[in-house]
């Protein structure tokens, strides 16, 4: 069940319209990237980025659906652009179990149609006049993506055990995203600036939490819940905090070690290193940090927000604590 379904009642109506704005703003007269934009929308997504928008921004009394709206397509227009050249980088076939674009169009309509995504992103912002503090931000969120990205490549199937990198990886590709989304929403609704810090702030250990979780995901669960086969991660050599606390702990460590810096790993390989991971303390671990990410979210959330938005924000923790896919 999609995240719009199952949490946020308040902003249901919200994310009705934006899937509506989305599908109107890949509309071009280059028929392909109306096609891969349609595909990109249609394959789903939990919509979170623009929901943790919408709240934040609903948090005024004085909340303009009209006004936010360009600024919420405009960060999933970021965030589908950025998966679209994850998955050309990754060599993805597929993602949530829908084939991706590089899959059906090539390498080369894939970047161009993401690029297309980005360019129209920040078309929607300047049109709409959200000023600087708005550009500036989602200027420095693609910087981020692409460094939290150059990060990770210079570290593959190398079993780089810094953690301080791992962090300040998750960090750029996905915590800064959320916690950018939730301070935009609230100061284009013009709230005091310290809530608008603590909704950053919310949506900092929101986003390290989620990241958390996906790394637990991809070594926890299977390719028809995940929608990506399980072990990804170590396939391509990209070592996640189980990983790493395996790494560190295991007494089958230099077995795990030849295994993951191996470019040519076997299914047999990638089985043999998950079980070896399983078997260490590393998911009871990196599930401890995730509660310590989200008691930072749940208390610093503004007293003076409303209770249906503080509700919702909670629900959303509660959901990353828990989530299957």
Not at 92 to 105: I, L, Q, S, V
Not at 149 to 159: S, T
């Amino acid at each position: 069940m999609e995240l719009a379904n199952k949490l946020f009642e308040i902003i249901k109506s919200d994310l009705a319209e934006l899937e509506t704005a989305l599908h109107e703003s890949v509309v071009s007269p280059v028929a392909t990237i109306t096609e891969i934009g349609n595909h990109l929308i249609k394959a789903g997504g939990k919509r979170l980025r623009p929901a943790m928008f919408f709240l934040a921004a609903r948090c005024s009394e004085n909340f303009d659906l009209k006004r936010v709206m360009p600024l919420a397509v405009a960060l999933e227009l970021i965030h589908m652009a950025s998966l679209v050249h994850d998955d050309v980088l990754d060599s993805a076939a597929t993602r949530r179990g829908e084939a991706t674009a590089n899959a059906k169009w090539g390498n080369q309509l894939a970047i161009l149609a993401g690029d297309y995504l980005f360019a129209k992103a920040f078309v929607l912002v300047t049109e709409n006049g959200y000023g600087e503090r708005v550009n500036n931000q989602l200027s420095r969120l693609l910087a981020d993506l692409s460094a939290g990205e150059l990060i990770q490549n210079k570290e593959i199937y190398k079993a780089s055990c810094d953690t301080e990198e791992y962090y300040e990886r998750i960090a750029m590709k996905t915590a800064n995203f959320l916690a950018i989304s939730c301070q935009l929403g609230a100061h284009v609704m013009g709230l005091p600036e310290k809530d608008v810090q603590a909704l950053y702030d919310y949506g900092y250990s929101v986003g390290m939490a989620f990241q958390l979780t996906d790394d637990l995901l991809d070594l926890t669960g299977d390719s028809k819940t995940i929608g990506k086969p399980a072990g990804n991660d170590i396939l391509q050599g990209i070592i996640t905090l189980p990983a790493i606390r395996a790494l560190e702990t295991s007494p089958d460590k230099d077995e795990l070690l030849s295994i993951v810096t191996n470019r040519d790993m076997t299914k047999e390989d990638l089985s043999r290193a998950l079980e070896i991971v399983r078997a260490t303390d590393g998911i009871d671990f990196t599930k401890n940090k995730v509660e310590e990410y989200l008691d930072r979210a749940r208390n610093v959330l503004p007293e003076s927000i409303p209770e249906d938005v503080r509700a919702a924000y909670m629900m959303a923790a509660d959901f990353i604590a828990g989530r299957e896919f």
